[in-house]
């Protein structure tokens, strides 16, 4: 029966992230939008990519929790851990850096995201006071520059800009994955 339940789930959650990130969009449109009235907003924006990051998200955490290797788990049992003592302070800690590079991973490609924000944030070349105001989203703005055609090099520096904000949050993700790694296993 649980067995049942986690087939379930891992269905739906490849299923979610087989959806082009256009579906979503047109699904934030249709229900944040139009059916609980929240407008285009920031807020409207950032729950469609919530929901577009959890397949991802679930899908690493599950490798990551089954590529702890089994000796860590026997190990516990053998020092007389039980089974929540052994998931708490054994399998996790252990699976930490890669639950860690999924969420990253789905973080980065919601930065990315034009399709399914487009719909949900608007177009609006004001900065948003609150997250209840609509934006324009950084691959948003590069896509009208860049089909516009009036300001390449604006267009460029917004590509480059974008660009420089990923590889940070990756260069950071991995400084601190391999600082708790190092840590973990008494090297730091």
């Excluded at 851990?81 to 996790?92: E, H, P, S």
């Excluded at 520096?157 to 994955?177: C, E, G, K, Q, W």
Aim: proline share 5%; charged share 10%; glycine share 8%.
């Amino acid at each position: 029966e649980n067995r049942k339940l986690v087939n379930i789930i891992r269905f739906g959650a490849e299923t979610l992230a087989s959806i082009p990130s256009i579906v979503f969009g047109l699904f934030g449109f249709a229900f944040f939008v139009m059916f609980l009235k929240m407008g285009w907003s920031v807020f409207s924006a950032g729950l469609v990519l919530a929901i577009m990051a959890i397949p991802t998200i679930f899908q690493v955490v599950e490798v990551s929790l089954r590529s702890v290797p089994s000796t860590y788990k026997e190990g516990s049992y053998g020092l007389g851990a039980t089974k929540w003592q052994t998931i708490c302070n054994v399998i996790l800690p252990a699976a930490i850096p890669g639950i860690v590079t999924g969420i990253i991973l789905a973080m980065t490609r919601a930065i990315s995201e034009a399709a399914a924000v487009m719909y949900t944030v608007g177009s609006s070349v004001s900065m948003p006071i609150s997250m209840f105001d609509p934006g324009r989203p950084l691959p948003l703005h590069l896509y009208i520059l860049a089909t516009e055609g009036i300001s390449l090099q604006n267009a460029f520096a917004t590509a480059a800009v974008l660009v420089i904000i990923v590889m940070v949050i990756t260069f950071l993700t991995n400084y601190f994955t391999q600082r708790y790694q190092n840590k973990m296993m008494g090297n730091l």
